[in-house]
């Protein structure tokens, strides 16, 4: 396992060797994928989970996080998902390319209680991997092209380290130019 340069004062593990510190999509998707051994995991105190509380708590930069949001959107009737990994120093373009790349009239952030549902993962450690097959998971080609990154686990109590190369190899990953615009 690589040492990380982002990790701050985190403790990083082997992820494959702590399936308690992953939501159970997580840790099963991960067994899946051919680089598993190359992703880290952290413990955190769920209270610090939220993006900025968990970097200056941690000493890891905020440039080197990435956010990931569950997007819903409409089209005859039915209920589209999509998932919209974008660096945290960002903000995704909901309702411009992420809603033409769903191909609905209008996108939204999904509920809470609706994205905790249908992904089996925790508010606030939403990930893209081990999201619902089908989905999509659109990655800004700034997250895609990150050597280093931090990222949900699917739990608030830890988070992952990974390479953007290996989050946009996920089954259903599409990289996207301007998938985020700058704060």
Partial sequence: MSSWSIAGTLTVEPATARPDLLAEPVAKALAALPDAGLVGVAAIDPELADTAEFCAAYSSPLSASANCVVVAGKRAGETRYAAALVLATTRADVNGVI??????????????????????????????????????????????AEPELIVGSGIRGSKLLVTGSLLAALPGAQVVDALAKPV
């Fill in 99 to 144: 809603r033409r790349r769903m191909d609905v009239r209008k996108a939204s952030f999904a509920p809470m209680a609706e994205a905790v549902e249908l992904t089996g993962m925790e508010y606030g450690g939403i990930t893209p991997i081990g999201l619902p097959a089908g989905w999509p998971i659109l990655l800004d080609a700034a997250v895609a």
